[in-house]
């Protein structure tokens, strides 16, 4: 079963209950925790830094108003959803507790709406991003549900890693 799949359902059943009905944002959404697993941007966090800053000189250094620098506002958009969502202990605990977690969201927003401004009617995926970035709260909520459904609460003790490592062996 594809690892996107197991995060698709219970994001999806929180985007419902929290009134979102949009199948395409879901499926942004369950890809997330999947695609970001690997990506080697995610170590900017994990080393301590708290991103935004970075992210937000990655996009301002890309050409104004390109295509380019949509794609790039989508991703670290996507980034600081997916750090918030799945991981706001470590965005917490680095930086200024839960401010920074309502930082991120806020954060995605605006890259999600400057992605949409820059494409403008000329690109198919501009209204996309522009329904993301109106529901950045609820993707973000979503991805924390889902998280605790599929991960746990506490994912970095050793007791919750023996715990599903013990479970996928059932």
Partial sequence: MPLTLLWYVPVRAALRARGVADVELADYAATLPVVFATWRAVRTVARGETGLDVWSRYVASLPDGTV?????????????????????????????????????VAFAAHALALAARILGASGPISPFWARAADQAEALHAALAEARRDYLGRDVHSSESRLERFLARLN
Avoid: C, K, S
């Fill in 68 to 104: 380019a620098q949509a794609e790039g506002a989508a991703d670290v958009a996507a980034l600081a959803l997916w750090w918030a969502g799945i991981f706001p202990e470590r965005v917490t605990r680095r930086a200024a507790g839960a401010g920074m977690l309502r930082a991120y």
